[in-house]
C-alpha cells in the first residue's frame, strides 16, 4: 500500500532540495537523490512534490517567472562569463599598464592570439567596456579581410631582408649604415624608410663603450719622435700605418689583441691574437702580418704611429721597422687622442665583436672570430669615414686611378 505524506512533510522536503541548490550549487537531480536518500523517498517522488510545491511556485514568480533550474543555469551562465572576462583582463593588462591605447596592429594582434580561447565577440565586449577606444567586433574581421596595402606588402617583403642584412653584419649597424647597406643590396629605400622597418623588425646599431689602456711604461727612455701629430690622414695606402693592442676577457683568462691599421683605407692589415702582451710575440705577429699583407714597402715613405708602450719599443721591433725602411712614430703614454684611429678600432672591436657576442671560453674562441670580424670589416662593413663604402674598395679603387708604370 503507498505511503502518505503529510503536506508539512513534502514541504519540509522541498525546501531541502531547494537549500541543496542554492548552498551547493548541485543539479536538483543529484538534489534529488541525495535528499531522497536522506528521507526514504524516491527521486521521482521528490520531483514531483517540487514542480507542484507552492514555495517553487512563489520563488518561481518573485524572480520574474524563473524556475529554480532557469536560475541555476542563470547563474553558471553568468559564473563562466565572468571568469572569461577576467581571464581577458589579465591577458591584456600589459595595454592599460602604460595608461595608452594600444595601437591598432596590437589589438588585431591580441584578438588573433587569443580568439580560439575566449573568442572575437568577448574579447571586443570586455575590452570595450574597459577601454572605450578599442576595436569592435566588426571592425576586427573587416581589418582581417580588407586585401593588404602596397605599404604592407611592402614591409612585409623588407623587413625579413632588413633582419637579414643586419645579421649578415655582425648586427651591429644603426640606422645610417643599414640604409646604405640596403641600397647596396638593391633595396632603393629612404632613411627614414629604413629606420621605420628596423623598428618593425626589431633589429638597431650597437653604441661603442669606453677602451680601457692596456699601455705598460717603457722602463727605457724612448726618443721616438711624434711624426703624426694626432693628423690622422695619409694620401695613399702604405704611408701612414697605426698599431694598438687591447684585451679580452675570458673564462679562462685574459686574451691581448694587436691590430695595425692602414690610415688610408682603414683596413686592418695586421693582426694577431694571444694570451699574453709580451713584447717579443704579439705586436711582432701582427707586424709581420701587416708586412706580408702590404707586400712592397714604398721606400721611406711609410711611418708607423703607436703609443710609447713598452710593446713597441722592444730592439726586436724596432729593428724589424728599421729593416723594413718605415718609420717609427709614438704619441704620448695612455692618451687616446694621440693614437685615436687605433683606439677607435679596438672601441668597435670590442662593442661590434667582444661584448655583442660573449662571454668567450677561450683565446682560440677569441682569435677565430676576431679573424672573422677583421675580414668583414676590410671587405664588407661600411664606414661612414669613407663615405659608406669598405677599406678594401676605397684601396682598390685608388690603385685602379694610379698610372701604368711601365718601366724605362
Same mark, same amino acid.
Given at each position: 500500500m503507498p505511503r502518505k505524506y503529510s503536506v508539512e512533510f513534502k514541504e519540509k522536503a522541498v525546501h531541502q532540495i531547494i537549500e541543496m541548490v542554492r548552498l551547493e550549487s548541485c543539479s536538483l537531480q543529484r538534489a534529488y537523490t541525495e535528499v531522497g536518500e536522506l528521507l526514504g523517498v524516491s527521486h521521482h517522488t521528490l520531483r514531483a512534490w517540487y514542480r507542484d510545491s507552492a514555495s517553487v511556485r512563489d520563488n518561481s514568480d518573485a524572480s520574474g517567472g524563473e524556475t529554480m533550474e532557469e536560475e541555476l543555469r542563470r547563474l553558471r551562465r553568468e559564473n563562466r562569463e565572468l571568469k572569461r572576462a577576467n581571464g581577458i583582463l589579465k591577458t591584456a593588462s600589459g595595454f592599460f599598464r602604460s595608461g595608452t591605447r594600444p595601437t591598432h596592429d596590437q589589438m588585431i594582434s591580441y584578438i588573433d592570439a587569443y580568439k580560439d580561447q575566449f573568442g572575437v565577440e568577448a574579447i571586443c565586449r570586455v575590452l570595450k567596456q574597459a577601454d /572605450? %577606444?578599442?576595436i569592435t567586433s566588426r571592425g576586427y574581421r573587416k581589418a582581417t579581410t580588407r586585401v593588404p596595402s602596397a605599404r604592407a606588402l611592402s614591409d612585409s617583403l623588407l623587413i625579413p631582408e632588413i633582419q637579414r642584412v643586419h645579421a649578415e653584419n655582425f648586427s651591429v649597424y644603426g640606422i645610417r649604415k643599414m640604409w646604405h647597406a640596403m641600397n647596396r643590396e638593391g633595396f632603393h #629605400? %629612404? /632613411?627614414d624608410k629604413t629606420a621605420r622597418l628596423m623598428k618593425l623588425a626589431g633589429v638597431s646599431g650597437r653604441r661603442r663603450g669606453r677602451t680601457p689602456i692596456t699601455t705598460v711604461s717603457p722602463k727605457t727612455p724612448d726618443h721616438r719622435? @711624434?711624426? +703624426? /701629430?694626432r693628423n690622422f690622414r695619409a694620401q695613399a695606402p702604405g704611408r701612414l700605418w +697605426?698599431? @694598438?693592442?687591447t684585451y679580452v676577457r675570458t673564462l679562462s683568462g685574459f686574451a691581448y689583441t694587436a691590430f695595425v691599421v692602414d690610415v688610408f683605407s682603414r683596413k686592418i692589415v695586421g693582426v694577431a691574437t694571444r694570451s699574453t702582451m709580451r713584447t717579443d710575440a704579439l705586436p711582432m705577429e701582427a707586424l709581420e702580418h701587416a708586412l706580408t699583407t702590404a707586400g712592397r714597402i714604398h721606400g721611406n715613405q711609410l711611418i708607423h704611429h703607436s703609443d710609447r708602450g713598452s710593446q713597441y719599443v722592444s730592439l726586436k721591433y724596432s729593428t724589424a721597422l728599421a729593416? &723594413? %725602411? #718605415? /718609420?717609427? &712614430?709614438v704619441g704620448t703614454i695612455g692618451d687616446s687622442y694621440d693614437n685615436a684611429l687605433a683606439e677607435t678600432v679596438n672601441g668597435l672591436y670590442k662593442a661590434e665583436l667582444i661584448h655583442a657576442q660573449g662571454p668567450w671560453t677561450s683565446v682560440g674562441e677569441v682569435e677565430l672570430a676576431t679573424l672573422r670580424w677583421v675580414h668583414w670589416w676590410n671587405t664588407k662593413r661600411l664606414h661612414e669615414a669613407l663615405d659608406y663604402a669598405t677599406p678594401q674598395e676605397v684601396e682598390t679603387e685608388y690603385y685602379l686611378t694610379q698610372p701604368i708604370n711601365t718601366g724605362p
Open positions: /572605450r %577606444g578599442f #629605400i %629612404g /632613411r719622435p @711624434d711624426l +703624426v /701629430r +697605426v698599431a @694598438d693592442i729593416e &723594413s %725602411g #718605415i /718609420r717609427p &712614430s
